[in-house]
Nanobody, 122 residues
Framework: QVQLVESGGGLVQAGGSLRLSCAAS????????MGWFRQAPGKEREFVAT??????YYADSVKGRFTISRDNAKNTVSLQMNGLKPEDTAIYYC?????????????????WGQGTQVTVSS
């Protein structure tokens, strides 16, 4: 099993920045991709960003504003979010996948954090 714990959410004004962090523990050697998803009220959980090795994917809605990074030595993944918009308001979830390769599909991710709230005011 792998445990994921997120931190760094909060309330920010539109145009501001936040940095989310996720620490993994347990059988981390089994993890390939680590990424972020988000879920707004009344909507399905959607892909935000993922990173496996040198491969990185972003959702079109965050490309150019968000940056994902990993520190494999520390088993952490971070999401730097700049230029935040009210539509970025959601609960953000860290996720880890045992599948080889990189995927944007949430059903390819085996482990999930508890989520951290990000609220962007207009």
């Amino acid at each position: 099993q792998v445990q994921l714990v997120e931190s760094g959410g909060g309330l920010v004004q539109a145009g501001g920045s936040l940095r989310l962090s996720c620490a993994a523990s347990g059988r981390t050697f089994s993890v390939y991709a680590m990424g972020w998803f988000r879920q707004a009220p009344g909507k399905e959980r959607e892909f935000v960003a993922t990173k496996s090795g040198t491969i990185t994917y972003y959702a079109d809605s965050v490309k150019g504003r968000f940056t994902i990074s990993r520190d494999n030595a520390k088993n952490t993944v971070s999401l730097q979010m700049n230029g935040l918009k009210p539509e970025d308001t959601a609960i953000y979830y860290c996720a880890a996948s045992r599948s080889i390769g990189t995927s944007t599909a949430k059903n390819r991710y085996d482990y999930w954090g508890q989520g951290t709230q990000v609220t962007v005011s207009s």
